[in-house]
């Protein structure tokens, strides 16, 4: 909004005083600088009018101006209606001088004249406010103006009140009349207070209001030699001030310069003490109100002085004893010393130093300031530096320091009015200021995406593809003009066309392979966003072969890279506009590139690569369609082979074929478990889950999809969103198109795409991490629903029926997918007759307008959540967040075609935060750095300690210091190598417990399908913020934080760690020794699971993991990279039930199923990394162990009880120890040269080095001397001599050396 039109109102009647005014002698008399006694009347009326209107065009020299001198009534009427009808909705200015006329009255009246100047006539402000309509602003230059602004504001309370009336009752009298304009957008400024009349001071003008506000240097000059400090400066004088060279609009000169600084002060002083909004309607919206508005300030200032006080509407804070007005008195002071030499003796200009001296004044607020402080006060003054060459590079240094200090600053700068001077400054050619306008455009549009207009308006977008392109640019800057160009192409056409001819997609790719991570990640994401909904785009990428460009991303280290270029490729399949054959080989082509990411270890990725499929799923849905019913038709006719089904007769594996517990949605719902607290709570807690696991033969059948959607509610399903496909029939689904051969079955070959992406979304809605699972049951169950829908035979298809011949031409549509098969939508007739059998959950998240059956895609509300600005190590990414599309009661929106994870905003707030300030880890007075501080002398002492006492020997390990009844049958035991803290898994739990106070700290749900059961977990990061890894036999991996500690445990990640986990083959060299065996595995439960399960290795110096388990290799994982680093073959035709690496020699040994122990050197090849193979046990190896020194030897020990001490250069053992036959559990002491044996016969043999033994458990002590049950698990501690001891009847205790040793 701006003022385009002014009337000038002048009631001087010069040569007549009014009659209620008793003027002092002398007296105030210059009207605009001009003595109205020193001409004629008439011409003084006309030259003071003229100066008036030249004072209001220094400010505004485009409005239209209006003078009206000595008017009368209808003169007033007629110019204000014939304003406002030309200024339409624009805001025009009144402005009134009553210096001629009486006093305004109290019943709202100010005065002009009749046509023959006899009589004052009055003028009611009601009549005024009809005239001028809003937006107006009204300045009075009278005595008592403070009346008026009272008076206006009762007048528009009586409108806004007429107008109410009116609205409410049509018939009354007040509704037949015109309605009176609201004068709610009606600005006012006024001399003085009610009571008070103006400054009669002979020194000073008579419109001394007027002069403040259109003349502010002139009169702020005056008043500072009227002062007594000003005789401080010799030789001012009034005359002087006159002479002061340059013109106010040329900031070079010192009148120039010293109206830069009266600017830049008074806007400070109003963004400092006025609230935000106001401050922005006031003095950032039309140039003319906040000219007239920072000279109001001074007004305040110096009228306050003569005891007058000016008045606004909206009333401001006092602000005439503000410290910035010492600044603008230094200024001046400043100003007139340097001047006077130049006047006298005509020297050159010195620049005031009045904004270096602000400059660093912030710079000090920047560098100096503690965390949680008031804004700085000197923005307002950076902003106006901008303006200035000599100090611009400086300004826009600290802005770009200051915009760092994150969102709440950058919110800050914009309200100060920021965003013209640096959109103007890209107009700039000059290098230097390259990276910092990159810089501070980054921070900007991180926090408001919403300038992407106004930037390509002003070809704005031009500056960074330039700096994109410039190869000598440093790649942080061309990152961040990247992830501008990400943000102006963003959903937005225009940008995209912009764009594109500014070449940017062949810019991207060049970048592609920059060694930046940063730079490769918005790379990828600007391609995705440009060809997203953007056909040229697109086509321009395939004549460009982006798509095969962006293949090589997807096996980047980083895994934010790999995410983002999945995204990319997505988008790039997910464009609905009319394929040809060749779109649709590069879809194909696109969709078997992104499948080889199916088990990829982020899971940020993956939930990505859902997205990404689930885009190609829309674009070929009859296509799917068709596959999906040829997988229902085959689970329907097909008997599972159940995973451990194929293994040898001895092993005993009893087939159930039960629904899996469906897994709870958000991994914060597992927690819901914990509300259970007494052992016997939480068995019935999680009996309920297994409701169905006895049930009868018609509470499960996979053939009915209803009634599987039914038993999946009585499950406790996880969203209460009605699947047509439960997890467990996707699961069976999963495993059925392993061992059947559908390709063969559906005989297109060209489906074989489409069956193969249906299988890897089969696979990831198995996906450990409950995201993944979440989006990929839901993008199944879509298709599902249109399947089966379009299947049933009583719907009349039209002629787009799935029965085309040609299934590479999928349907054009956008997001309206409802049209794809030619089904219309669904009646809700015929829908809620298929929900009739089917129990309604209680609905949590879901609106209730949804109609039964659509699983929309992210139906879920976006979790708020803050992400530190780099992902940590196993940082799970953003949560997802979909968005449901089109309206309620029709069957469109299954999947959601805006469907997202929210990757690009998650990555986007990198910018949005800090990137200067310190980390808190490298902080030394930061308290995570005080906390890890303490961690690490907690270490030592625990290491000091400990090494003490086993450096003494430990002659006995019996005394037991805890033992306590486990929720569930420990299954594996782990101690935190530092604190007093000892994890216990059951099969699909894990306790915590306070070895110590012997108290329980937690116990929560692992996640794993009912099948499964948890076969081994590592701490990592034991020495700092510990996590927890757990491994479970289907080769899935789950990685905790936050548990233990009375919070909610949170699942940082979880991956497939190991795909495909065979059945196993157990070696049989000897009859006797193979009964064992499966005597043992019977006894500990292994045969039902088909072996081992899943075995890690944790080394930490490296990141890196060792897992195998039922499988023919050892995989190793970069847990920093979330990837598979390394397959190392173990050349065996068994499982591996044992690993242990060093990460000094590189070394991997591992303890096999047969009974051999095979030593990879992991720095060779996969063929020749085995570089020993000991074949001396005779039975399954139970442990192998391999000491971390330098020439530490291996130790491994069988079911038969022998202990076999290894060198590893050596191939024969160099020392054998008989111990008990039958070993179900074994251990040792890394450092006390110890190890313990558990065995089927109910107790623990512990030995020392050379095979002696030195205590033997049969009985828990105090415990009614009850002899303990059969061995299930037992651990050493890393450091302490104390073995954690788990078996069959529940019991979990720990044994210690003797007291007098701890």
Request: proline letters at 7%; glycine letters at 6%; aromatic letters at 8%.
């Amino acid at each position: 909004m701006k003022t385009v039109s002014v009337a000038l109102v002048l009631c001087l009647n010069v040569g007549v005083d009014p009659p209620d005014v008793v003027k002092t002698s002398p007296c105030a008399r210059l009207e605009c600088w001009i003595d109205p006694l020193s001409m004629s009347p008439q011409k003084a009326l006309e030259t003071i009018g003229a100066n008036l209107q030249k004072q209001y065009e220094n400010w505004q020299p485009r409005a239209r101006y209006k003078q009206s001198l000595d008017p009368t009534v209808d003169e007033v009427k007629k110019l204000c209606t014939s304003l406002r009808r030309n200024a339409k909705e624009e805001r025009v200015l009144f402005h009134y001088n009553g210096h001629g006329v009486p006093r305004p009255t109290v019943n709202g009246e100010i005065w002009v004249f009749n046509k023959n100047y006899t009589q004052y006539i009055p003028l009611s402000i009601y009549d005024l406010q009809t005239w001028m309509g809003s937006p107006s602003i009204f300045v009075y230059d009278c005595s008592n103006a403070g009346i008026i602004v009272k008076s206006f504001k009762q007048f528009a309370l009586q409108r806004e009140q007429e107008l109410e009336v009116a609205a409410i009752n049509p018939s009354h009298p007040l509704a037949q009349m015109p309605l009176p304009p609201s004068m709610k957008n009606c600005i006012q400024l006024a001399a003085c207070e009610a009571s008070e009349l103006l400054p009669m001071n002979p020194d000073l003008p008579a419109d001394l209001f007027t002069s403040c506000l259109t003349t502010p240097i002139k009169i702020a000059l005056r008043w500072f030699c009227m002062q007594k400090s000003a005789k401080l400066v010799p030789g001012v004088t009034l005359d002087l001030i006159e002479k002061i060279p340059g013109r106010l609009n040329d900031r070079r000169t010192p009148l120039g310069e010293l109206n830069w600084i009266f600017t830049a002060i008074t806007d400070t002083i109003a963004w400092n003490v006025l609230p935000r909004d106001l401050f922005q309607k006031l003095f950032r919206q039309d140039l003319l109100v906040a000219s007239l508005f920072r000279n109001f300030l001074l007004a305040e200032r110096i009228m306050r002085s003569y005891n007058c006080t000016p008045v606004s509407s909206p009333r401001l804070p006092p602000t005439y004893m503000h410290a910035m007005w010492q600044a603008w008195d230094l200024a001046v002071d400043i100003c007139l010393l340097s001047s006077l030499p130049s006047l006298r003796r005509a020297t050159a200009f010195r620049h005031s130093p009045f904004f270096a001296e602000q400059l660093t004044a912030f710079q000090v607020w920047l560098t100096m300031g503690v965390e949680n402080r008031n804004p700085p006060e000197q923005l307002p003054i950076v902003l106006q530096v901008l303006l200035s060459q000599v100090h611009r590079l400086r300004a826009l240094d600290l802005l770009g320091c200051f915009l760092d200090l994150g969102p709440w600053a950058v919110s800050l700068a914009l309200s100060v009015g920021i965003f013209p001077y640096v959109l103007k400054l890209l107009q700039s050619s000059a290098r230097e200021l390259r990276p910092l306008l990159v810089f501070i455009w980054a921070k900007i549009l991180a926090v408001d995406s919403s300038c992407q207009a106004d930037l390509v308006k002003d070809n704005g977008h031009k500056y960074f593809l330039s700096v994109l392109a410039d190869s000598y640019m440093p790649a942080e800057h061309r990152t961040m003009a990247v992830f501008i160009l990400a943000v102006i192409v963003n959903s937005y056409n225009t940008g995209q066309e912009a764009c594109l001819q500014g070449n940017l997609i062949a810019n991207c790719l060049e970048q592609l392979s920059d060694p930046h991570p940063l730079l490769r990640q918005w790379v990828a994401i600007c391609l995705g966003r440009i060809w997203q909904n953007f056909e040229p785009a697109r086509w321009c990428g395939v004549r460009d072969s982006a798509h095969e460009k962006l293949y090589t991303l997807l096996s980047d280290p980083i895994p934010e890279v790999r995410c983002a270029a999945v995204f990319a490729l997505g988008t790039f399949v997910g464009n609905s506009a009319e394929r040809t054959d060749h779109s649709t080989t590069i879809d194909h082509n696109v969709a078997m590139m992104l499948a080889q990411l199916i088990n990829d270890g982020s899971p940020v990725v993956r939930k990505e690569l859902v997205v990404a499929l689930s885009h190609l799923v829309v674009q070929y849905e009859s296509n799917f369609c068709t596959v999906a019913l040829q997988f229902i038709e085959e689970e329907k006719n097909y008997t599972v082979p159940s995973p451990a089904n194929t293994a040898e007769p001895g092993s005993l594996t009893p087939v159930r074929d039960s629904p899996a517990i469906p897994r709870l949605r958000s991994v914060n719902s597992y927690t819901n478990i914990r509300a259970a607290t007494t052992a016997r709570n939480l068995n019935k807690s999680l009996q309920n889950l297994n409701l169905n696991e006895e049930g009868g033969p018609a509470a499960f059948s996979p053939g009915n999809l209803s009634t599987s959607s039914s038993a999946s509610s009585t499950l406790g399903s996880p969203d209460n969103d009605e699947y047509i496909l439960s997890f467990e029939t996707i699961d069976k689904m999963r495993r059925v198109s392993s061992y059947s051969s559908l390709n063969s079955l559906i005989g297109v070959s060209f489906n074989s795409v489409y069956t193969q992406i249906w299988r890897v979304l089969l696979h990831l809605a198995a996906d450990p991490f409950p995201e993944v699972s979440d989006l990929a049951m839901k993008v199944l169950n879509s298709i599902a629903y249109k399947a089966t829908m379009n299947a049933r035979p009583q719907r009349i298809l039209d002629s787009g029926s799935l029965t085309q011949s040609a299934p590479a031409s999928p349907t054009s549509k956008g997001t309206h997918i409802h049209q794809a098969g030619g089904s219309p939508p669904m009646p809700s007739a015929s829908s809620s007759s298929l929900t009739n059998e089917v129990p309604k959950p209680p609905a949590r998240e879901q609106p209730a307008t949804r109609p039964p059956y659509t699983p929309t895609l992210g139906g879920q509300a976006p979790h708020s959540h803050q992400f530190p600005r780099t992902r940590k190590m196993f940082d799970k990414g953003p949560e997802q967040a979909g968005e449901d599309g089109d309206e309620p009661g029709s069957h469109r929106n299954y999947i959601s075609a805006a469907l997202q994870t929210g990757l690009c905003d998650w990555s986007a707030k990198y910018f949005a935060q800090p990137v200067m300030k310190i980390p808190e880890e490298h902080d030394l007075e930061s308290q995570v750095r005080m906390e890890r501080q303490w961690r690490f002398l907690r270490n030592t002492r625990v290491r000091r300690q400990s090494r003490g006492i086993t450096q003494r020997g430990v002659s006995r390990l019996d005394d037991q210091i805890f033992i306590n009844r486990n929720p569930g049958v420990p299954s594996v035991v782990k101690f935190h190598p530092f604190n007093t803290c000892i994890a216990v898994a059951d099969k699909d739990s894990i306790c915590f417990w306070d070895w110590e106070k012997g108290e329980r700290l937690d116990y929560f749900y692992n996640g794993n399908p009912r099948y499964t059961r948890i076969t081994a977990m590592e701490y990592l990061n034991g020495h700092d913020c510990s996590l927890l890894l757990t491994a479970t036999d289907d080769g899935a991996l789950r990685i905790w934080k936050n548990f233990a500690d009375q919070k909610n445990p949170e699942m940082v990640t979880a991956w497939q760690g190991l795909s495909d986990m065979l059945p196993t083959t157990r070696g049989q060299p000897t009859s006797s020794a193979h009964s064992l065996a499966r005597r043992v595995s019977i006894y500990l439960d292994r045969s039902k699971q088909g072996g081992a399960g899943m075995v890690v290795d944790w080394e930490q110096e490296t990141g890196l993991l060792m897992t195998s388990g039922d499988v023919r290799v050892v995989r190793i994982w970069d847990t920093d990279r979330e990837m598979k680093v390394q397959d190392i073959p173990t050349g065996a035709d068994s499982c591996v039930t044992s690993l242990s690496c060093d990460s000094q020699r590189s070394l991997i040994v591992a303890g096999l199923g047969d009974g051999s122990v095979r030593v990879f050197d992991r720095r060779m090849g996969p063929n020749e990394c085995r570089v020993m193979t000991y074949r001396e046990h005779g039975a399954w190896v139970v442990k192998a162990h391999l000491q971390k020194e330098t020439d530490g030897h291996i130790i491994s020990v069988s079911v038969n009880g022998d202990v076999r001490f290894f060198e590893p250069r050596s191939p024969d053992s160099i020392n054998v120890l008989q111990t008990v036959k039958g070993l179900t559990a074994l251990d040792i002491h890394p450092q006390a040269n110890l190890f313990a044996c558990g065995s089927m016969n109910q107790f623990i043999a512990v030995y020392n080095a050379n095979g002696d033994v030195i205590s033997n458990i049969k009985y828990y002590d105090g415990f009614m001397g009850q002899r303990i049950g059969a061995i299930s698990c037992l651990a050493f501690h890393p450091h302490w001599p104390h073995l954690a001891v788990g078996s069959n009847d529940y019991y979990m205790s720990i044994y210690s050396a003797e007291k007098r040793l701890r």
